[in-house]
């Protein structure tokens, strides 16, 4: 499985020190997934798991972006086998199953992939609480379910909401890209999508450049080995394949450039 999530980051060798600091504290992760999980089954609280998934991300992130390509592949295929297991045992909001569902699409795992999805499309929510991540998911489930008509809804509701000053300025920016992504999608306009997924994964690949500047000048940063992945993009790369478009050379090269 290829692996190259993008074009190295101006502030490279920073993201590359933090990834390996990142492999080091998270070694134990899965083992701590294992023990977590368990008590979550038992007590039926969420939240537990969730904690314990955390370690799991920021230690496939960091192989990301160190290359290790083998220990990223098994461990993306437990991620989403634990993916599975909590939409099964619990009803988790859309956004929490967008990084396995992500994966599953990039892993052509289509068992997978229809139970992260219908689970994202049958959640109970409200319209209290909203995200780029809850857009991304229900867009990228509803594509999943080969309902367009549904897909397009979530991605003019993303880009309502880039609009309207519901998110912050990054997030805005990041959200107004990606209802652009869905919408051609959903259209299955699939060379306007790989288009403008470059667009929106320029923007990504700025947002934590910019981050990764302020930790080489001493300053503090947020910025986590999870936020460094573009986790969403391969999955899009992959539909447009699934969904029957041939990338050309030009597009093929550019997409490597995001993918996992």
């Known amino acids: 499985m290829q692996m190259n999530m993008g074009k190295p980051f101006r502030h490279q060798a920073i993201a590359r020190e933090l990834a390996e600091q ?3 504290d998270n070694q134990a992760a899965f083992s701590q997934m294992e023990r977590n999980w368990n008590i979550a089954r038992a007590s039926q609280d969420i939240t537990v798991a969730l904690a314990a998934r955390g370690g799991l991300f920021e230690w496939l992130a960091a192989n990301v972006i160190l290359g290790q390509e083998a220990d990223f592949d098994s461990g993306a295929k437990t991620v989403i086998q634990w993916g599975c ?17 992500s994966l599953a699409i990039v892993f052509k795992d289509h ?14 929510i409200s319209d209290d609480f909203y995200s780029l991540e809850r857009g991304q998911s229900q867009a990228l489930a509803a594509l999943v379910d080969l309902d367009y008509d549904a ?3 979530h991605a003019l509701r993303l880009h309502d909401a880039s609009a309207s000053g519901e998110f912050d300025k990054a997030d805005s920016l990041m959200a107004a890209a990606w209802a652009k992504v869905m919408r051609k999608l959903a259209q299955q306009d699939f060379r306007g999508c790989v288009d403008a ?14 981050e990764l500047g302020r930790l080489k000048r001493g300053n503090d940063s947020d910025i986590t080995m999870f936020d460094m992945v573009n986790w ?3 999955a899009v790369v992959q ?3 699934d969904f029957g478009y ?3 050379h030009h597009n093929e090269r550019d997409a490597q450039d995001f993918g996992f």
């Open 22 to 24: 990142a492999v080091q």
């Open 85 to 101: 297991k909590i939409a099964e045992a619990f009803r988790p909001a859309p956004e929490l199953l967008l990084v396995e569902l």
């Open 111 to 124: 068992s997978a992939r229809r139970q992260l999805a219908s689970a994202i499309l049958n959640s109970a």
């Open 151 to 153: 897909a397009h809804r």
């Open 197 to 210: 997924l470059l667009l929106s994964h320029t923007e990504f690949s700025r947002q934590v450049d910019q």
């Open 232 to 234: 969403t993009a391969g």
């Open 239 to 241: 539909l447009v394949v």
């Open 246 to 248: 041939k990338l050309d």
